[in-house]
């Protein structure tokens, strides 16, 4: 899963970056060019379940689900205001991202200018949806020229397209998300390929001051939003406290985040909303040798899945023997779990749930 870090200068976007990765990676590579300064990190995805599964089994190696947080240089509010767009770097950079996440300033940073959240997020959310428009109307000139020039099946082709791209456009046009438009599955094939940044899922962080945790109710509660457009999802987190956080030992983390009120981990309560927004699921093999965490989309059927471990698995599917994970613990191992009837068996078109064990058998 990779994950698009944006936000306006002085919103900490970079603090929160820190307090997502400090504890499970580090920066891995830096890239400089222009407007598009972007650092990356790829980072273990934390998961209790496997942790304790891996208590029970001793395996040797242990295959975490990672995400890879990518942040961007701070957008400057004056292009928004003009109305410029992100530029082509940035476009780059974010094109490949399954997920956006914008960092929006909630804490007072000493300028004597206060936090315009709503004011934010409706500014993220018109320079994503501007870049978006600029990229369908200059495709559409070109389409729509090559129309003349087609028959027979490339002729279709282009005209799907043509007609893919104009509904977009009527979206975009009453400022709406690419994700608010009712696409055939044929279209978002189509669309697919221009990366367009609205169809990505969209986490806005509030970044919020330390004075915020001594109140045990939720962060979010504390401020007046914007109501969320299809596929988005609000979060708070304190960016500076919880990078802090990271740098502590396990027993120290504990009783820090009791002091300040804080029940979940920045970095764990933001991958699990990811994985929300995105639809995704994880299951797990296991064997002496390894433990491994696959994370699929929801619906993914039990063939497709063994495809993903093994393309052979796949091609000589026969069955999947299949117990959740909380089944498998309390039985003691897979054996146990057969004789209490926790292992059911399932065909190809099973679908996968999040938390399944799962053991393929298949023809070479």
């Known amino acids: 899963m990779k994950v698009g870090i944006i ?10 970056f820190n307090a997502l990765t400090g504890e499970m990676g580090g920066v891995a590579h830096s890239q400089v060019g222009g407007r598009a300064t972007t650092s990356l990190a790829v980072v273990k995805v934390p998961d ?5 599964l891996a208590d029970l089994m001793h395996p040797q ?21 003009k109305k410029i767009g992100l530029g082509e770097e940035q476009l780059h950079a974010l094109a490949n991202m ?5 960092v929006i300033r909630a804490f007072d940073d000493g300028s004597g200018i206060a936090p315009d959240i709503p004011g934010d997020v409706e500014a993220i959310r018109l320079e994503l949806l501007i870049s978006d428009l600029q990229k369908v ?12 020039k087609m028959a027979g099946k490339e002729l279709e082709q282009a005209r799907h397209e043509f007609a893919a791209l104009n509904k977009v456009k009527g979206i975009l046009e009453k400022d709406l998300p690419v994700r608010c438009a009712e696409l055939f599955d044929e279209e978002t094939k189509i669309l697919r390929g221009f990366m367009l940044l609205t169809m990505k899922p969209l986490l806005f962080v509030l970044n919020v001051g330390e004075e915020l945790l001594n109140d045990e109710r939720d962060l979010l509660t504390k401020f007046l939003l914007p109501a969320p457009l299809e596929g988005e999802r609000f979060a708070a987190m304190c960016g500076e406290i919880e990078a802090e956080i990271c740098q502590l030992s ?8 009791q002091d300040y009120h804080v029940s979940e981990q920045g970095a764990e309560k933001i991958i699990r909303l990811c994985y929300e927004l995105l639809g995704y699921v994880s299951f797990f093999t296991m064997n002496p040798k390894e433990l491994h965490v696959w994370t699929l989309t929801d619906g993914t059927t039990a063939v497709h899945a063994a495809g993903a471990v093994h393309s052979d698995m796949e091609h000589g599917f026969i069955r999947a023997e299949v117990v959740r994970w909380d089944n498998l613990l309390r039985a003691g191992g897979f054996s146990h779990a057969r004789k209490t009837a926790d292992v059911h068996i399932e065909g190809k078109d ?3 749930q999040d938390g399944d064990v799962i053991q393929f058998l298949f023809n070479v």
Do not use: M
């Not at 209790?48 to 304790?52: A, P």
């Not at 890879?68 to 004056?78: C, V």
């Not at 389409?143 to 003349?148: A, G, I, N, Q, T």
């Open 7 to 16: 936000g306006f200068q002085r919103s900490g976007k970079t603090t929160v």
């Open 48 to 52: 209790k379940r496997v942790d304790r």
């Open 137 to 148: 109307e200059n495709r559409l000139p070109k389409v729509e020229k090559s129309l003349h």
């Open 98 to 102: 399954d997920a956006l996440l914008a």
């Open 350 to 352: 099973y679908k996968v």
């Open 250 to 257: 396990s027993e120290e983390r504990q009783i820090f985040l």
């Open 61 to 81: 190696k242990v295959v975490h689900a990672s995400v890879e947080y990518h942040d961007l240089a701070g957008i400057e509010r004056e292009d928004v205001e």
